[in-house]
């Protein structure tokens, strides 16, 4: 990480002479309108000057595991000037080597951000320049700032002042060198190729890298600018288990030749051979105060004989806590498939991870060692002991590569993390080469025929134009703009995977010819074919049906009415793009065809059922029921409906949609109801005066409607479902209860 203290005396004599302009300053004064916030971004009273600066956790500690942005809500124009730098105020307190901020370019609108500058560790406040001189000639320029924490400690993040993007008119900037090594020294047996992108507005004067093996220097390698600004250089072979160290420099054509060059990469030539993810989730101890852990290691499959000649242990150390030396190993297997009698006599290694590097590899030489590691085959294990104190390494959790074990008191078990240990061997025998040949006459349609050797099982080819790839053994690919593309082939055998490159050069990229066509077999549903010409990238469908549209290329779209549509077809790629439009006719739509069904097992409830025509053409969505009963109807999908009485209904139904109507009847039979049972009881209520209850049968299909009583006395009769009686004498009675509805009558007495 790189502060810079700024003085006002060096930023007046770096001025003199060129003219300056500030295209954007926000701060903090008047809120946080300027900038795109996710997360927890806001203002804070944690300021440099004034009173606010903007943190991505103005109200304390930062979340855990959160990844957060504030990216500015406006790009800015550097079309027009040759130079560009990034000033702002900066203080932080992130959990070092575990928890980040990024400072962050891009200038094509977000797709590709660059990371100009990181920050973690504990700062107080710095004023930072830092330049933007490779987003120069760019008129689509944003800066963010990007947040991100692990799921454990958490501290008061960043605040962040008075920030400003300054221009010139002048370039004083060393070209911008963006490279992406492959991580923790991981290289090649063979040719090792570093690919970079080189920005200046004046353009590149010259490009090399220089490299050493072992620490002795080589000569130094030119740059082939293949592609806009992509840059290719290829390292030669060196030797397994060789440690190259390189660093690429670039002078611009500016008046003022500036130069700039990288830090130093280094990687390990050789077969690299890794199970673990690469993300470190915690950090797992060896120690040998532990009863838990006091070895590990992880298992190398060699599946064919080579040579170890190197090995990789991912430490970590904090102020809390440094690590003692290591005893490194290499151990055969023995019959219970653990770690068994050493192959190599175990040596003290000092674990590299440093207060910049808290989770840096340690490289362990094993080149000393070939009598014993040469022509070795099957499964080893490469791993230590801590004898003097605590050994931290970093671990993936759960395991993903399940090729860990840990030792205890009680011996080797296998271990649910993985520890990032590796290694790195020579060339392993029966390992496939990869060889390709291409055929450029259908341009820009290449066709690429594997030739590679030793009995490959899969393929990986990656095309380099943007992120497309193929697992075929002999593809085809389309390119989609003109250019030289650096196409490589990784091929692999179960025994280890080679890959080789090529420069393909590509000139006949054309904008495409939109064409179609259409298949109506299932009209109104309509499956469209896009037939265009030269290798669309894009399809855009416009169906002139209410707005429906269709991003993809071969659409099935079921148009809503009859009509004649007016279809579209608008096709792009990076050359252009073309229109074409159809006249579809859709006649289909017709009136529903009526149907019903229904259920009598609950009589005199009937549930009816529509099954009126139901395709895409004719589905009603309309319905009208008509029981056949002074007018009793619904209008419900599906009806459930109660007859009065016994009888034979016509009940039909009628279907309807925009296109018309139909109806369809049906007898339904209704013999359920029944004449009442009669039943009755009595009590003597006061005297003389006898209650008389009546207890006719009262359900659905013999429910009592009429109620006659006579009581033996000359008394006219009783119409009341339950009376009361007076007698006028003593005597004996024959009460009799006559019961009756609309199916008939019962008598009781």
Known sequence: MRKVLLLSLAIFLSLLGTSQNIVFFDNFENGLSNWNLTGTWGLSTNSFTGIYS???SPAGNYPDQT?????MDSSVDLTSVLDAEILFSGTY?????????YLE????????WVVLESFSGDSAWYKYVISLGGFVGSNNVKCRFRFFSDPNLNFDGMDIDDFLIMTYTEDNTAPLIVHYPLPHYEGSLYEHQVLTEIIDVSGISFATLTYRIDNV????????????????FEIPPAPAGSWIKYKITAQDSSINSNTGSTDDFEYIAGNYIKYDNGIVDFVGTISPFSTFETGASVKINLNDTTTLVSALVRNYIDFNNPNADMEFHVWAVDTAGLPGADLITPFIVVPTANAAQPHKMTRIDLRSFGDTLQGISGDVFVGFRAPFGDVHVGQTTPA????TYIETFNGWTQSSDDYHFRAVTSEIGSAPTAVFTYDTLADPLVSFTDQSLNNPTSWHWDFDDGGTFSNDQHPEHAFTLNGTYNVCLTVDNGITSNTTCQFVSVQNVQSPTADFYYITTYSPEILFVDTSYNYPTSWFWDFDDNGATWGYINPIYTF????????CLTVQNLMGGDTLCQDIIIDDYIAPDAAFSFDPSLSPWIQFYDESSNQIYNTPDGWYWDFDNSGAFSNDTNVLYLFPENGVYNVCLTSTNTYGSDTYCNQVVINS??????????SVFDGPVIQFNDQSSDSLINETTNWEWDFDDGSPVNNSQSPQHTFPQNGSYEVCLVASNTEGTDTIC
Not at 93 to 101: A, C, K, L, Q
Not at 673 to 682: Q, T
């Open 105 to 112: 370019a891009t200038s094509d609108g977000g797709n590709t």
């Open 54 to 56: 903007m943190s991505e």
């Open 217 to 232: 220097l080589q000569p130094g390698v030119s740059g082939i600018n293949y592609s806009g600004d992509t840059w290719l």
């Open 400 to 403: 993903v590569g399940n090729h």
């Open 560 to 567: 809503t009415h009859n009509d004649t549509f007016h279809v």
């Open 673 to 682: 109801y029944l004449p009442p049972v009669a039943e009755f009881n009595f």
């Open 93 to 101: 307190h992130i959990e070092f080597g575990f928890d980040f901020m």
């Open 67 to 71: 990844t957060m942005t504030a990216t």
